[in-house]
């Protein structure tokens, strides 16, 4: 999973882009992503990966609030 903040508050999306968080492996079917600034919008990239290889991934937008993703 990688992820990336497009926007903060009611600011429109930042342009370009910040680049991709550092790849991180995920194996369950949750997790915590810890660091991110509150009232920001994120972008995430998630893809499944068995012993045949990487699936095909889906791309997800999350807005944190004071405490977390909302």
Not at 33 to 61: C, E, N
């Amino acid at each position: 999973m990688r992820h990336r903040r497009t926007a903060v508050g009611d600011c429109p999306s930042l342009d370009p882009p910040p680049h991709w968080s550092r790849l991180q492996a995920i194996d369950r079917l949750q997790t915590v992503v810890s660091d991110l600034r509150p009232y920001s919008q994120y972008q995430l990239k998630i893809w499944p990966r068995t012993a045949v290889g990487r699936g095909q991934g889906a791309v997800v937008f999350g807005i944190t609030a004071a405490a977390g993703l909302s």
